[in-house]
């Protein structure tokens, strides 16, 4: 069995600000900084076939409004890995509430989600930063030890 301390999380470069990939108060994953085709966080071996993409509330909702074809682009992109999935430092309550600063109403905001999760990519409301990281390191941890028992049947 494949255990949390054996993986090596993979961080985008261009993520601003990583989270801490705590998969219970004892565990945090070993991290590598690299550039990420799709996505911010992957593991190591696996970037073709894992692709966590986490957004704070603000970032969300500039990727609904003015970074939206661009942000388009990396979904579509997204769509071809394995496991993929965004992670969100929010709830769908602050959003349904508006609570954030932009002028993206929030039924304009609750609609792309759903577009994005009708397309095919998962979304978790973690609620905040902290808990977005224990959320991506368990997505991590999960996805690669399944990969892992596929691997290992096939020898």
Known sequence: ???????????DTREQLPLTLQINPKLVLKTETATLGTGDYSVKGLEDIIAIERKSLDDLMGCIGTGRERFEREMLR?????????????????????????????????????????????????????RAGVWVARMLYIAAKRRYEQLKHLV
């Not at 069995?1 to 961080?11: G, H, Q, S, V």
């Not at 769509?79 to 430092?89: A, K, L, W």
């Open 1 to 11: 069995m494949l255990k949390p301390e054996k993986i090596t999380a993979i961080i």
């Open 78 to 130: 997204m769509r071809g890995y394995e496991v993929r999935g965004i992670v969100v430092e929010s709830t769908w309550a602050e959003i349904e509430a508006g609570s954030y600063r932009s002028r993206v109403k929030p039924n304009a905001a609750l609609g792309s989600l759903m577009g994005w999760i009708a397309m095919g990519i998962p979304i978790t409301m973690a609620g905040n930063h902290q």
